[in-house]
Every structure is written in C-alpha cells, then in structure tokens.
C-alpha cells in the first residue's frame, strides 16, 4: 500500500514540477503549451494560437531567427517603395522551409514558414522563390505577395484591364482597389507594367498570421 | 517534509473540484428561464431539463453567483454582465445577423445550428476568391477557437442542452479567416472582403502576432469607415474585435517579446475608432491577467481566467471527445474535460476558453440585444450607449500602479498606469477598462428610449488629400530627456471644435528604442491621456515612424484648443539623445447641435486678394490676403478652389485662423495654368459656417 502511494505521490510530484517550470518560463515549449496554444492561460502558457491552414498547425511563435550583419547582405531596389519605410531587396528569395536547399544560396534569415536566402547569380531561381522585403526597423523579412494592388480604378479600367489579359484576383468595388494574380517570378514584372502606365500600383508584403486572442 | 504534501493537496484539490462540478442539472434553473417543459430522467445519464440550459448555473459571465465554473475558485456574486432580466423581458438578439470571423465554427453543433445563417459562410483557405463566399467553414481540429466563440455570442437558449449566448436567438455566420497565408494570396483582400456583407455586427476575437508595431493598412481603416458608414443601410455595421492577450504583471517574456506589457496601439488594427476594442475582466470583477491594456479600449467584458484554477468561459465545443478544447490541455485537465464530468459526457464543451477573444463576443452578443430592441441604431449611437451605460469598476486601486517595469525602465515615482481619470465632460475612462465594464440591462434599457442627435460625423482631415489639418511638420531639436519623469513636451493648436468622439496621434521619433518611451497626449482641458507604457512590448529594434495611436479618453470634450504630446524615456542607459521628429493630431468628433432659431454664422468675408507666388517652374503655393471686419468671431477660415471647368482641386480646406496664409495646399499643389475660383468661408467657435462664400477668379500662369 505504501509502495503504491508513493508511486502516485512520485507522478503527482512530476505534475507539480511541471506546473512550476511552465509558470517559471512560459516560452518554454512544454506539452501544454503545444496543447492549449488557442487561448490565453494566464501566466501559465503563452496566447499563441493555433494558426491553421494551408500549412499544418504549429504552435511555434512566429519568430524571426536572424543572422548577424544582415544588412550588409543584400542589395536593396531605389526604384520601388514598399510601405513604412520597408526596402524590396534585389537579389534575396524566399522559399517555403521544406523546400530550401543549401546549394540555392547563403541562408540570410528564416521564420515559422519561410527561409530567405541570397539567391546565387549563375542559378535560375526555381518557381515559387518569391522576392522578398526586408523591413529595417524590425531587421525582419518577409515574402512580397504575387497578387499586386492596383487602387482607384473604376469599372472601365477594371474591365480594360481584365481584358488585357490580366488575372482578377479581387475587387473591392467601393475601396475601387483591384488585385491582380500574378506569380513569384512574375509579380515585379507586372507591378512595372502598371507604373510605367501610371496607375497607382503597389506590391503587398505578406502579413504574419493573425492570432486568436 | 510539508513540500511533500503539495502534490498530494493538489491531487485531492482536483478531486474536489471534479465532485462539485457534478452538480444535478436541474438546479440550473435561473432567473430569465422559463418552466420546464419536459424532464427526462434515465438511470445512466444525466438529468435533462427540456426548457432550459444545464450549463447556465455556470456562466458567471451571465450570472454570476460565485459559481466556479468547473475551476478550483470561485468568482464574486454579481460581478457579470447583469442580462438575466434583459433575457427575461424576451430581448435575445431575434434576428440580428453577426458575422464570425475566426477559426470556423462546428456548423453542426446541437447548441448553435438553429442560428446559424445557411449558405452564407466564408472560408478563406481558398486561393481562388471565388471560392471563399458560401463554402464550409468547418474548423479543422486545433481550430475550436471559433466554436467558442460563437457559442459566447449566440448558442441558442431554453433548448435542453449546453450553454447559452448573450444574445440567444441571433443568427451567426462564420468566416474561417485565422490561418497562415501563402505568398500566392492577399491577406489584404481577405481582410477586406471579411469586413464586407449583410451583417449588422463583426466579431474579430484575433489580432496582431507581431511583438511591434504593425505596419498600418490604410485600406483597412478605408474600409472600416465605408463599411460604419454604408452597411446596415447606412447605420453602419459594428465592428467589434479583442483588445489582445499581452499584459504580464511582472518583467517577462512571452512570444518572444521581451518585457512585454502590451499597449492596444501598438496594434494598428486597434488604432480606428471605427471600432470597438473590448478588454477583458475575470470572475471577481477585475481586469483578467493578460488583457492588454491601452486607451483604444472602449468597453470591457468578461473574459475570465484560466480555467483550471480560477473560472474561464463556458461555451460549445467542437463536438467530440477526440478533438476541440475539451481534449487540448492533457497535463492539466480541467474537471470538465475527456467527456468525464457528467455534465459534458459527449466534450460538446469546454470550460477552458478565456482571453479577450471571450470578451469580444459578449460584448457582440450584447449590441445585438441592443439592435433588437432598436434596429435604427448607428454605429455611432451603439458606441455611444455602450459607453454611457458601461459600469467603472475596479475603482478602490484607482492611480495606485506603479511602473512594474524593473532594472533600466525602471523610472522613479512614474506611475505605470494613470487608472481613471474623469475627462473634462464628465466621462470616466480608463486605459484598463475602457468606459467600464458591459452592462445588458443599462444599455438595452437605454436603446429602447434612445433619442439622442450625435449629428454628422466629422473629422479634421482633409478630403481630398486624406492628410491631416494638424500636423507639426518636421521638429527639430525637441530632445527627449533620458530617464526623466518631465519628458518632453510639444503643443498644436485645433482650430476645430468638435464634440470629441476620438483622437489619435501619428508620431515619429528617431528614438532607436521606442520601448522606453511613454507616450501622452493632454487635452485642451489639460486632460492627459497615456497612449503608450513605458515598457509597451514594442520590440527593441521597432522605430516608430508615422507610427498612430488612438485615445477615446477624451470622449465628449470640445477640440478646440491647444494639444500637447509629451514623450518620457524611462530608460537610465542610453548614451544617444533621441528627438521628437513630427506627430499629427486627428480629431474624430461631430458638431455640437445648434438650437432651431438661435443659429448665428459669422458674417461673410468682404475681400479676397490673392498673391499668387510661384514656387517651383510646375507648382504655386497660394498666398491669399483676407479682408474680413468679423474676424473676432472667426474659429477658422476654409477655402475651396475649382478649375474652370468646376473640377475641386481643393475641397473645403481648412486653415488656422489668420488674416493671411501661405500654406501650400496638401495633396493638390500642383496647378496647370489656367483660370480658377477660390472661395472662402468662416467658421465660427460653434462650428456654424458662413452662409456666404466669397468667390474670386484668380489666374494662374506658371512660368
């Protein structure tokens, strides 16, 4: 009887010292923070949420692991402006984490989906590198959207533009802001396209998920 | 040796808690609930009351009678959203349509499918926008955020199962909207689209996952103003959304944001006052553990604990003991969770949801009560009502915080947090609560007799340009003084005067850490509102450039006056001095209403001489003399010019009140030669304009 209440007392001891660890060092990712990421338990475990979609669910922080003097990696483009201050680099990709491979080029930074990377000037990208914005502030990357924005065209222009041969991806009639479809290798080519016509154009830099609070 | 019994008190403290959730259902009953309808007992399963709802005894959020809602402690008897009589007097949200922009929702669910909204789902996983409108919205299985939500707004009251909603006959629709996105994709255009629809209200239980500022998306706030201003056949759609999760009380931390207090502006999607920002209170009336703070707040609601130790929510799960919330927290189960507690045999629902994600909701679930009972509500009027019949709470440890900061932003006798403060018009406010907590009865109450004018909406910008009338221009030399309780300070006068509704601040500063930088904003009425904490969570590295913040804590004071920013380090350590660079002052607010009969506008202007002056070989910046015998009485002068062929080039802009001005006119400086009309008109202190427009032809030749 003694034996058995101390084995109970030994897993009860466990349980405790996990509840202590976790209240110690919430970004630790313990098992309950990999099991209770949608909600806020206070001061127990971090709100991170769940973030589901496309990609599996992970409950890894949407934290950016930089490597040093990053800013001296890569070029930046004078001719395009990002929102914020936020620089489009030259001659930096991002690809999905699964699908980098070192030979593509020297790893510049990483996050919870991407790697970004300086492309190699003797390899053709694969499909699906996306250019990428760097925002110095934060000293952070991001991906550049394939769908570009096109803001203050009305029907007409919608309609020439469509039969132009261009992709709608959405249209907001009432902001009277068009996106367009393009693809990674293609999306600065077209965001060209429609400032050379002088449309008020504009490339999107991926937004971080949002999280359930 | 007593370090020995811990567990074993924790062990039999979790067994007491499973044995005093059991409690027979049929006690359930409560105010508001109609007679039983219906018993059927069966020796292998619960008691089952047809008529009303076995878990409301354990919404405190509805109720609160000090139940412990499946948790170790209990909550404060009364402190809740006082609606029992609200349901009673039949006000259940018949009718209201809310749109759930989450995870999903279990459509299937026993407690929500007679309310929902068929065939009107969203789910934006699709990369074809086509696709999104009318497809399933169906959660995966870490996605029963959603369901909790919605169960929080509008599980369905009286039917013999589960829970139920604030607003127990609304009609909800889910938008499956919280996902990662692809580079392929817009998460622009997803978030525009989801801001769209036939829907009266917007429940938006998520926000930024950034440790910084957010990038502002101007179409975002476009948006949100088309959609307060054109839905609901022009009343405007409510857009309600959580205040955020980020507070900790001691120096940590969390998501990888160090020292991260939490501050609502730090999130640009919190920055329009186009919204309702909703914080969250715990089961004993006081502020939940984690809610963000920030003057962006306008209203808070219960959101609860943790669940296991102190009460969460009780709301619908998704079904199912093999996934949802129920299953989620193996190591520390609740004693509702696993299907083993007799009142959530089938894990149909969790009493582990919490956050101002839960807050949210309730708050939702209470405008749509209020819309029932008057459906010619705007959206301006719901704002209005909910902060005028919000309760102040958490009063006794009014301006007593002090700044839990620590080390180097540990800046002496500053305090963290100014509690409540009452504004020049009377109006208590509190960067913790907003107006006070939710009150159903009050504000359903005062929807029924409402009849109050808040007038025309307006808003010190310019229309054509989209540009503030207030803005500093580049500051040089405003120093911002290391570790000093003083700070800086820097004035702007408004020639506006607005009844307040909001204000917000676009600032930048050339600080490297604007972290250790509180940032205020102090009326005309020497009102001081806290925009931003020391030690706000803003990532070190984050600069703020244009960067905008908003305070609904000078709600009802007039504009008209001088503005002050003031800008204190709390850090000891820098060795760089930091600058003020530029900040803007937009007011948000409406004209005060002139009685039929004692309107008087100023008189109108007598003489006009313009002085045009080239600037550069394309543009002309306008120099105008005006001759005006009433100008005492004048508030501002506004011009407007058109081009021969009556298109606006400039619209109504306004201008401080000075016999001549030469401010190059924002947005549309750029003149081609030609003949043009300038008029100009006077406002006067009641915001009355002058009836008569002076017009001058005036032509422009560009050298």
């Known amino acids: 009887m003694k034996k058995y209440f101390l084995i109970v007392l030994f897993f009860v001891f466990l349980i405790m010292i996990n509840l202590w660890i976790a209240k110690e060092n919430p970004s630790e990712k313990t098992a309950e923070l990999l099991l209770t990421p949608l909600m806020r338990i206070a001061q127990k475990a971090p709100s991170d949420s769940i973030i589901t979609g496309r990609t ?49 080029g020297e790893l510049i930074s990483e996050d919870k989906q991407y790697k970004y990377y300086k492309k190699s000037p003797t390899r053709d990208s694969p499909e699906g590198v996306h250019p990428v914005a760097y925002n110095p502030s934060k000293n952070r990357f991001r991906p550049i959207s394939s769908v570009v924005h096109l803001k203050n065209v009305n029907e007409g222009q919608r309609q020439e533009i469509l039969s132009a041969g261009f992709e709608e991806y959405y249209f907001d009639q009432k902001l009277k802001i068009l996106f367009i479809q393009t693809s990674a290798t293609e999306v600065l080519d077209v965001y060209q396209v429609f400032k050379d016509k002088g449309l008020s154009v504009h490339l999107e830099i991926l937004a971080l998920p949002l999280k359930a609070h | 040796m ?74 404060t008897a009364g402190e809740d959203v006082n609606i029992e009589e609200v349901h009673a ?52 299985d870490g996605e029963a955020h959603g369901t909790a939500v919605t169960g929080l707004i509008a599980a369905e009251g009286w039917n013999g199962v589960g829970s139920r909603g604030v607003a127990p006959e609304a009609l909800w629709s889910a938008f499956r909207y919280i996902q990662d996105y692809s580079p392929g994709t817009s998460s622009i255009a997803m978030q525009l689209d989801q801001m769209e629809g036939d829907f009266d209200i917007f429940n938006y239980s998520y926000g930024s996952s950034e440790c910084g500022f957010t990038t502002l998306v101007p179409s975002s706030h476009a948006k949100l103003l088309e959609g307060v201003t054109t839905l609901r056949s022009g009343k405007g759609a409510i857009y309600v959304q959580s205040a955020g999760n980020g507070f900790l009380a001691s120096n940590n931390t969390i998501l990888g944001c160090t020292g991260y207090y939490a501050n609502t502006n730090i999130d640009a999607e919190l920055t329009s006052p ?100 008057n459906s010619d509500l705007t959206f301006r009027d719901v704002k209005h009502i909910l902060a005028m019949t919000a309760d102040p709470i958490d009063l006794i440890a009014s301006n007593t915080l002090t700044h839990p900061g620590g ?3 540990d800046l002496l006798t500053h305090t963290y947090d100014l509690r409540w403060t009452t504004n020049n018009a009377g109006r208590p406010f509190s960067n913790f609560y907003g107006f006070g907590r939710v009150n159903a009865e009050e504000a359903v109450n005062e929807a029924l007799i409402y009849s109050t004018d808040l007038g025309l909406y307006a808003r010190t910008i310019d229309p054509n340009s989209d540009l503030t009338y ?83 804590a000078f709600y009802n004071e007039n504009s008209e006056g001088t503005w002050s920013i003031q800008l204190i380090d709390g850090s000891n350590t820098d060795v760089t001095a930091a600058s003020l660079t530029n900040w803007k002052l937009i007011i948000h607010g409406h004209k005060e209403p002139i009685p039929v009969g004692s309107e008087s506008p100023p008189t109108a202007i007598t003489g006009l001489a313009p002085d045009v002056t080239p600037s550069i070989s394309t543009t002309v910046s306008p120099l105008f003399t005006i001759t005006d015998p009433a100008n005492a009485s004048v508030l501002r002068y506004e011009v407007s010019i058109v081009d021969s062929s009556n298109n606006v080039v400039a619209d109504w802009y306004s201008i401080q009140n000075s016999m001549t001005f030469t401010t190059t006119l924002q947005g549309t400086n750029v003149f081609a030669d030609g003949t043009y009309t300038v008029k100009v008109r006077s406002v006067d202190i009641d915001e009355e304009v002058s009836t008569t427009e002076f017009s001058l032809a005036w032509t422009v030749d560009i050298p």
């Open chain 1, 56 to 104: 599996p669910a992970s409950i890894v922080a949407a934290k950016t692991h930089h490597v040093p003097h990053v800013e001296n990696s890569f070029s930046p483009d004078p001719n395009v402006t990002l929102d914020r201050g936020q620089i489009l680099t030259l001659d930096l990709g991002a690809i999905p984490k699964n699908l980098y491979k070192p030979e593509m």
């Open chain 2, 2 to 75: 007593k370090m020995y019994w811990l567990p074993l008190a924790f062990f039999i403290l979790q067994s007491c808690v499973k044995d005093e959730g059991q409690l027979p259902v049929a006690a359930s009953l409560a105010p508001g609930d109609v007679a039983p309808t219906d018993v059927v007992e069966d020796s292998d399963a619960p008691v089952i009351v047809v008529g009303t709802d076995p878990l409301f005894a354990e919404s405190w959020h509805l109720l609160n009678t000090g139940q412990t809602s499946y948790s170790t402690n209990p909550g």
């Open chain 2, 89 to 140: 007097l039949l006000h259940r949200g018949t009718g209201v349509r809310i749109a759930v922009s989450d995870t999903g929702v279990d459509t299937t669910h026993p407690d929500l499918d007679d309310n929902e909204i068929a065939d009107s789902h969203r789910n934006y996983i699709f990369s074809n926008s086509s696709d999104w409108h009318g497809a399933d919205p169906f959660p995966s």
């Open chain 2, 274 to 373: 186009h919204k309702i920002i909703v914080g969250a209170i715990n089961a004993l009336g006081l502020k939940a553990s984690y809610s963000t703070p920030g003057s962006g707040i306008w209203v808070s609601a219960p959101g609860g604990e943790d669940g296991t130790t102190d009460p969460a929510m009780v709301t619908t799960d998704i079904q199912g003991c093999s996934q949802g919330l129920s299953i989620r927290n193996f190591l520390f189960p609740t004693a509702f969770d696993f299907g083993s507690h007799a009142d959530n045999l089938l894990c149909n629902y969790t009493n582990r949801m919490n956050g101002t994600s839960s807050a949210a909701p309730v708050v939702s679930g209470v405008i749509a009560l209020m819309l029932e009972a």
């Open chain 2, 407 to 409: 080390g180097a932003l």
């Open chain 2, 470 to 552: 207030y803005d500093s221009g580049t500051l040089v030399g405003v120093t911002i003084p290391n570790n000093d309780f003083t700070g800086i300070v820097n004035s702007m006068t408004s020639f506006h005067n607005y009844i307040i509704e909001a204000v917000q601040v676009e600032f930048t500063t050339d600080h490297p850490k604007p972290r250790e930088l509180a940032v205020h904003l102090i009326s005309p009425a020497g009102i001081t509102s806290r925009l931003l904490n020391i030690n706000s969570g803003v990532d070190g590295n984050a600069i703020a450039t244009g960067t905008l913040l908003m305070t609904n």
